[in-house]
């Protein structure tokens, strides 16, 4: 890796008006991960030490949402919105802090990968004023088209200002552009606004980079890499393409996976070889899985964590702060929200378990549920190791059931259970001999 200095600003400052939303654009989520979170991430990877992020519209919650994904970026307010080399330039006083790339991005491109800037760093470093990211595509409407001259890129046209013979090149500019960090501020400040929209075109700094005699080249990336998100069709489109990027290489990491095109990861999804996951498996984010776990289908996860040979599902929910330790057992119909199932623990079915500790090889009987919120507060279940809790109990926090206690079925526990009794929560049962038999006959008697 180039120990050249880097900055990448990244324009968000568009409307994104054909998402049809309140939501900022780049805000938009590509596997849980805002679009932005993506281009910084990569950006990140590929050697950028500093991000400047240019926000306009929505530019508050395009700041406060950028705190987590890309802790430690700069915001950049661009006032008006006059045309992407306009955008660059409000990133100005990062700029002139001096580096050795200057990397200007799209917001809304999230699977660029980091292969693309690699090579586009690559070429600044041998030398090149500016590298131009392009890709070929058969339908190049709308795209700026890279324009070359006995081998060498000369100029950029943008749709509206393009011949028609320029308008059937399909080598097309992909967004992605590199900068010698030196050169940077002079070829930007040198972009004028007479084209057919009236903007300052990033993209004029390589005919005024040709006119000075510097170094201009394009690499040649994928379509994926420069892939734009306007809608939400080509959001869905970006996702799918994610999905099956993650699918395959969670599965030649030694997942097995049954029906992988039903299965739904998150960006940061944490998933160790020998796992099972059956078909239609949600994972929201923040989920970790260990190995030889399963996870059976129709479950949905989310901000969980799943231990060794653990079993879920089918159709269980996992919520954020489950916590399932080895070999622990979370079977059908089963919430589990904030409450760690300890070692060989069981919730076999049809259970709500929150706020709870469950400890090793505790057994919670179907219907078991922990009513653990009295509208204002939440309530912690503690249930100790080898505990038995019968089926279709209501465990009302806070309480704790003791040590390979025992509670009977159809109990509402109130008060805490020591270690090694047996606890009844209800009310004896009454048998009539006979009663049942006059009763019918009363009633048939009457309705004659
Ligand atoms: C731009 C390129 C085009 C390229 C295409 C790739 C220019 C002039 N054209 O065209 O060559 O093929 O991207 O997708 O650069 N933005 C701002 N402030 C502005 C203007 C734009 O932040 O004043 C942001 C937008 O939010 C967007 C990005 O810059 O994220 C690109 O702007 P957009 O207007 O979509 O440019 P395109 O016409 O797609
Ligand atoms: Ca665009």
């Given at each position: 890796?180039?120990?050249?200095?880097?900055?990448?600003?990244?324009?968000?400052?568009?409307?994104?008006?054909?998402m049809k939303s309140a939501l900022p654009k780049v805000l938009h989520p590509i596997a849980g991960l805002p679009m932005l979170?993506?281009?910084?991430?990569?950006?990140?990877?590929?050697g950028a030490g500093d991000l400047a992020i240019v926000v306009g519209h929505g530019a508050e919650k395009v700041a406060e949402?950028?705190?987590?994904?890309?802790?430690?970026?700069?915001?950049?307010?661009?006032?008006?919105?006059?045309?992407?080399?306009?955008?660059?330039?409000?990133?100005?006083?990062?700029?002139?802090?001096?580096?050795?790339?200057?990397?200007?991005?799209?917001?809304?491109?999230?699977?660029?990968?980091?292969?693309?800037?690699?090579?586009?760093?690559?070429?600044?470093?041998?030398?090149?004023?500016?590298?131009?990211?392009?890709?070929?595509?058969?339908?190049?409407?709308?795209?700026?088209?890279?324009?070359?001259?006995?081998?060498?890129?000369?100029?950029?046209?943008?749709?509206?200002?393009?011949?028609?013979?320029?308008?059937?090149?399909?080598?097309?500019?992909?967004?992605?552009?590199?900068?010698?960090?030196?050169?940077?501020?002079?070829?930007?400040?040198?972009?004028?606004?007479?084209?057919?929209?009236?903007?300052?075109?990033?993209?004029?700094?390589?005919?005024?980079?040709?006119?000075?005699?510097?170094?201009?080249?394009?690499?040649?990336?994928?379509?994926?890499?420069?892939?734009?998100?306007?809608?939400?069709?080509?959001?869905?489109?970006?996702?799918?393409?994610?999905?099956?990027?993650?699918?395959?290489?969670?599965?030649?990491?030694?997942?097995?996976?049954?029906?992988?095109?039903?299965?739904?990861?998150?960006?940061?999804?944490?998933?160790?070889?020998?796992?099972?996951?059956?078909?239609?498996?949600?994972?929201?984010?923040?989920?970790?899985?260990?190995?030889?776990?399963?996870?059976?289908?129709?479950?949905?996860?989310?901000?969980?964590?799943?231990?060794?040979?653990?079993?879920?599902?089918?159709?269980?929910?996992?919520?954020?702060?489950?916590?399932?330790?080895?070999?622990?057992?979370?079977?059908?119909?089963?919430?589990?929200?904030?409450?760690?199932?300890?070692?060989?623990?069981?919730?076999?079915?049809?259970?709500?378990?929150?706020?709870?500790?469950?400890?090793?090889?505790?057994?919670?009987?179907?219907?078991?549920?922990?009513?653990?919120?009295?509208?204002?507060?939440?309530?912690?279940?503690?249930?100790?190791?080898?505990?038995?809790?019968?089926?279709?109990?209501?465990?009302?926090?806070?309480?704790?059931?003791?040590?390979?206690?025992?509670?009977?079925?159809?109990?509402?526990?109130?008060?805490?259970?020591?270690?090694?009794?047996?606890?009844?929560?209800?009310?004896?049962?009454?048998?009539?001999?006979?009663?049942?038999?006059?009763?019918?006959?009363?009633?048939?008697?009457?309705?004659?």
């Open positions: 890796m180039t120990q050249r200095s880097c900055l990448s600003v990244i324009l968000a400052a568009g409307e994104g008006t054909r979170g993506h281009v910084t991430a990569v950006a990140r990877a590929a949402a950028a705190k987590d994904f890309a802790p430690g970026s700069e915001n950049f307010l661009q006032e008006k919105r006059l045309g992407t080399a306009n955008a660059v330039l409000a990133a100005r006083d990062a700029i002139a802090r001096g580096y050795d790339d200057v990397l200007v991005m799209f917001g809304d491109t999230p699977l660029l990968s980091q292969s693309a800037i690699d090579d586009v760093r690559a070429k600044l470093a041998d030398g090149a004023a500016v590298v131009v990211m392009g890709f070929r595509t058969d339908n190049p409407t709308g795209y700026g088209r890279l324009i070359e001259k006995g081998g060498a890129l000369v100029a950029i046209r943008e749709e509206k200002d393009a011949s028609p013979e320029e308008r059937r090149i399909a080598f097309c500019n992909g967004g992605i552009m590199g900068i010698a960090g030196d050169k940077a501020l002079g070829l930007l400040d040198a972009v004028g606004n007479t084209n057919a929209k009236g903007e300052f075109y990033l993209t004029d700094i390589v005919s005024i980079a040709t006119e000075r005699g510097l170094a201009v080249v394009a690499t040649e990336a994928s379509f994926e890499d420069a892939l734009g998100i306007n809608n939400r069709v080509e959001l869905s489109q970006a996702e799918a393409i994610w999905q099956w990027r993650r699918r395959r290489q969670v599965m030649l990491d030694g997942v097995t996976m049954i029906a992988p095109d039903t299965v739904t990861f998150a960006h940061d999804t944490k998933i160790a070889q020998d796992v099972i996951v059956e078909p239609n498996v949600f994972f929201g984010p923040g989920v970790t899985i260990e190995t030889g776990a399963t996870i059976r289908a129709n479950s949905h996860l989310e901000g969980a964590k799943v231990g060794a040979n653990c079993e879920v599902g089918p159709y269980a929910r996992l919520r954020p702060g489950a916590d399932l330790k080895e070999k622990a057992k979370v079977g059908n119909f089963v919430e589990i929200k904030k409450a760690e199932i300890g070692p060989g623990a069981k919730v076999p079915h049809l259970s709500y378990v929150g706020d709870a500790f469950i400890g090793a090889k505790a057994n919670l009987g179907a219907g078991t549920i922990t009513c653990n919120y009295d509208g204002y507060s939440k309530f912690v279940t503690d249930v100790g190791a080898g505990a038995f809790v019968g089926s279709n109990s209501s465990l009302v926090a806070p309480v704790k059931i003791g040590r390979d206690a025992y509670v009977a079925s159809g109990s509402t526990i109130t008060d805490d259970v020591p270690d090694d009794a047996l606890a009844f929560g209800r009310a004896r049962q009454t048998t009539i001999p006979g009663r049942a038999k006059e009763l019918r006959e009363k009633r048939a008697a009457a309705k004659k």
